[in-house]
């Protein structure tokens, strides 16, 4: 005989209380409502009880059809009891329009006992009656008629206590078969029924909760066994059990459909960003791929399916996954089948589409039509500028925090960047004059998200704010920028919050806390800020950081060595400071070995002035990065450091900010060789680098500065000059006469317009930028024309085309051409493009962009 334990409630152990004062008519009607709760539960147990000893009794002799089972008094007896369940049930429904909490925990444990009794071996020719499938009906009734919002908004600790609950009574054997189709077809339906009540329970709960990481871990299994159910339902079409659970006589209603149900509860879950983890695990990236996919796939569930995959793309290792299993072939087949034939009929998926796009790719890979890129802009700008003009922050079913993550991601490209503060074709709202007072009113907006728990709004804080930064790098903006006296008051009030109230919720590796952002735009908005004016700091010896030994340059005759790198590169920083830390004649700064918080940029910065040698440890997610940014900007720009190029990856090329930065120093790339035999080439650029550091070295468009110690080691830039500074101190008569003869030639380029320059100028131009004459004769130019057309075609990847002028060269010259050679033509080119790129004022026919596109 199968045993059953009823599980006995406490209902005054589950009555949760809002923060309003309680008043004594108050905590009647709670008394009231518990008293109504504890009969109700105690009504539907009893009869319970008296269904369960029906089903053991019938179920252990089982009769012919002519016997008794076909009785008066047993069809009698089986009715009765449905119809006083179903009368508690309609009591039930009257309780659930009172929004009393009560009705959920009732509903739980009626379900738990009911699945109980549906386990009873041989129970299914009892059970498959139509007065007992009515009732498990007017249960659903129920859970359509409770309003989730007032009985769950404001009681978090509730709502997290039934979302676990109906989650894990789905876990019961029961369930589990039915979810791996081995249940009796003749009790499917009822199955299904109750199961739709819980998992439209969970749903609505888990949008209440503000979970932490690993919150689904002991869920798993149960999530593997979900995602079985689904996928069989897809590939097997109709020959799943769902499927003929739908084509019966008493088919479910659509709502309760499971696999529907299914996907708005896996869909509702994985919007919760810190959950991916979970779901990457049970593989859910190649299924939702997989499903996707599927041509015969209905838009029922297109829709779901592909907000899942954009869920798991807004976190880093979801993205990683989706990456690896080709999701963006995926989805641009899914694109082309689906969403291009009509790009209006289906404007939420199209959404989707691209901003699941945007989050996976880089735009630099993606070299299609600027137009669709601009339109990915342009929707998801439109969309962010909509759900800010509504109580909820939401547009077409999207939280303004989901296309202004997306944008805070291309925003690190400049190119992007300024489309979408320029050009962008979007109605702005009435009281915005420029998208840059957009993002700053949605900064102010969501000032109080720190003060409270809403992980929504804090996480499109964090983002607008990292938005903001990637806006203050620009000259152009920053006076816009200062003079919102609001928006200044705030950014400096934000970034003394303590955030106390901060979630654990995850952000992606491409923002930085609010902290740090904020910090990062003060800098950049600072008129005393020396990246932005030019000029140089010094710091005295005794102000390094307080978290950092005083270790001073050349103490000990040791060098300082900074090492500027992305957090997601840690592990490789750690094996390259190794490695470094075992020669003793370096001192290693590094943050993580110093400095215990992320928002220390001060004494990152004093570290980068007091170091003899500044290291990037340049990947994608450095440039990304805008606090590498900063520190290249101040070590390169602001203080004129040596610094070394380290390519990490054997695969990445420097464009864009870091590209133009980073040229003219050698670099060492990491990836070709083994690890071990490219950290000695790397000592030994460090300490020729900290040799010249000895002495002044020259400046692009700067005169040397003379060494006042030590004439004789001054560095030089060609070697048709490369004698000791001795030569720089000849007699003064044939050095003014030198100074004459320059004079001379600049004014002879100056004063013709480059259009037309003949060869004459042009070899005047190599001769002016010490670039070797070999060059000039193997490049054969013409005209000016040819030089700017050639500077262009240069800026993508010069150093590829190094490689490719340096075979030539030494093919035609029988001898090799160094980097450092062409490295002086790659400036001067870029120089001369400066120079003479049309003004923003000239009368241009056409405007072209140079953005890159993503499709």
């Not at 053991?56 to 009891?81: A, F, M, Q, R, W």
């Not at 209006?344 to 589409?353: A, Q, R, T």
């Not at 796009?357 to 299609?368: A, C, M, T, V, W």
Request: aromatic content about 10%.
């Amino acid at each position: 005989m199968l045993t059953i334990a009823f599980l006995v409630i406490n209902l005054r152990d589950i009555i949760m209380t809002g923060n309003a004062p309680i008043t004594e008519q108050d905590e009647d009607e709670a008394s009231h409502e518990a008293q109504q709760g504890r009969d109700l539960l105690n009504d539907f147990l009893s009869i319970l009880e008296t269904l369960r000893q029906f089903v053991l009794l019938h179920s252990k002799h089982p009769v012919e059809e002519s016997g008794e089972n076909n009785d008066d008094s047993y069809n009698t007896e089986l009715s009765d009891i449905a119809n006083r369940l179903s009368d508690e049930a309609q009591n039930l429904l009257e309780l659930a329009s009172e929004n009393s909490k009560e009705t959920l925990e009732i509903l739980q444990k009626v379900i738990v006992q009911y699945a109980n009794i549906l386990s009873i071996n041989n129970c299914d020719s009892v059970l498959d009656h139509e007065d007992l499938i009515a009732f498990v009906g007017a249960l659903n009734n129920v859970t359509y008629t409770i309003d989730f919002n007032n009985l769950l908004e404001n009681d978090y600790d509730f709502a997290r206590k039934i979302f676990y609950s109906s989650f894990d009574i789905c876990s019961l054997p029961g369930f589990m078969e039915f979810l791996q189709n081995q249940c009796s077809i003749q009790l499917a339906t009822t199955w299904a029924r109750l199961l739709t009540v819980l998992l439209l329970t969970s749903q609505q709960a888990a949008g209440y909760v503000t979970f932490v990481k690993n919150d689904l871990k002991q869920q798993e299994p149960l999530l593997k066994v979900i995602a079985k159910y689904i996928d069989d339902f897809f590939v097997a079409g109709a020959g799943t059990l769902a499927s003929l659970i739908s084509t019966m006589d008493n088919p479910l209603p659509s709502q309760g459909l499971n696999t529907d149900a299914l996907l708005n509860l896996l869909w509702t879950l994985c919007d919760k960003t810190i959950l991916v983890p979970n779901f990457i695990n049970t593989n859910y990236h190649e299924l939702t791929l997989k499903w996707i996919n599927m041509e015969c796939l209905q838009y029922e569930y297109q829709r779901p399916v592909i907000s899942i995959l954009h869920n798991l793309a807004r976190h880093d290792r979801g993205a990683d996954a989706l990456t690896k299993c080709n999701a963006i072939q995926v989805l641009g087949e899914f694109k082309k089948r689906v969403l291009d034939p009509d790009q209006e009929l289906y404007p939420e998926m199209n959404l989707l589409y691209c901003m699941t796009i945007s989050l996976l790719s880089d735009p630099k890979e993606n070299k299609g039509d600027a137009k669709s890129m601009h339109k990915i802009l342009d929707k998801l700008l439109q969309t962010a500028m909509d759900a800010s003009q509504t109580k909820n922050f939401k547009s077409g079913g999207f939280h303004i925090s989901e296309p202004i993550i997306v944008l805070t991601k291309l925003s690190v490209h400049d190119e992007i960047l300024k489309y979408i503060l320029n050009e962008a074709r979007v109605n702005k709202p009435s009281s915005i004059t420029s998208v840059v007072q957009f993002f700053c009113e949605v900064l102010m907006r969501f000032r109080g998200a720190l003060a409270n728990d809403d992980e929504y709004e804090q996480i499109t804080l964090t983002a607008v704010f990292n938005i903001v930064w990637s806006i203050s790098f620009h000259d152009e903006y920053v006076d816009e920028l200062k003079s919102n006296s609001k928006f200044m008051l705030t950014l400096k009030s934000l970034i003394n919050d303590d955030g106390e109230a901060l979630v654990d919720q995850y952000v992606p590796q491409h923002m930085s806390s609010v902290k740090k952002a904020g910090n990062g735009i003060l800098w950049n908005l600072d008129e005393n800020n020396p990246a932005r004016t030019g000029q140089s700091t010094t710091t005295p010896a005794g102000n390094l950081p307080a978290c950092e030994p005083q270790v001073t340059s050349g103490k000990n005759n040791r060098s300082l060595v900074m090492v500027s790198y992305s957090h997601a590169d840690t592990k490789f920083c750690q094996q390259l400071v190794n490695a470094l830390k075992k020669d003793n004649r370096f001192d290693i700064w590094v943050d993580f070995a110093y400095c215990h918080t992320e928002d220390l940029w001060e004494e990152i910065g004093q570290a980068i002035e007091k170091a003899d040698v500044v290291l990037f440890l340049m990947t994608k997610d450095y440039y990304d990065s805008k606090s590498c940014r900063q520190e290249v900007m101040y070590a390169k720009d602001s203080l004129k450091k040596r610094f070394i190029p380290i390519y990490v990856q054997k695969e990445f090329v420097a464009t864009g900010w870091l590209g133009i930065r980073v040229v003219g120093p050698q670099y060492i790339r990491f990836g070709k060789k083994p690890f071990d035999d490219t950290v000695p080439e790397l000592i030994e650029l460090i300490l020729d680098d900290v040799k010249n550091e000895k002495v002044a070295p020259p400046v692009h468009n700067e005169k040397p500065q003379k060494s006042v110690t030590d004439d004789t080691t001054h560095p030089v830039v060609d070697d048709k000059l490369t004698t000791p500074l001795q030569k720089a101190s000849q007699k003064e008569p044939e050095k003014q006469d030198e100074d004459n003869v320059k004079m001379n030639n600049n004014i002879k380029l100056q004063s013709k317009s480059i259009d037309k320059w003949s060869s004459e100028e042009i070899s005047l131009w190599f001769r002016e930028n010490h670039i070797r004459s070999e060059l000039k004769d193997l490049y054969e130019f013409y005209s000016g024309h040819d030089l700017l057309f050639y500077a262009e075609g240069l800026k993508p990847d010069w150093q590829q085309e190094y490689a490719d002028i340096r075979d030539r060269y030494s093919k035609k010259y029988d001898k090799p051409l160094y980097r450092d050679q062409f490295v002086l033509l790659v400036s001067a080119m870029h120089r001369l493009q400066t120079q003479y790129e049309p003004k923003p004022n000239q009368n241009l026919k056409t405007k072209s962009s140079s953005t890159c596109a993503i499709i």
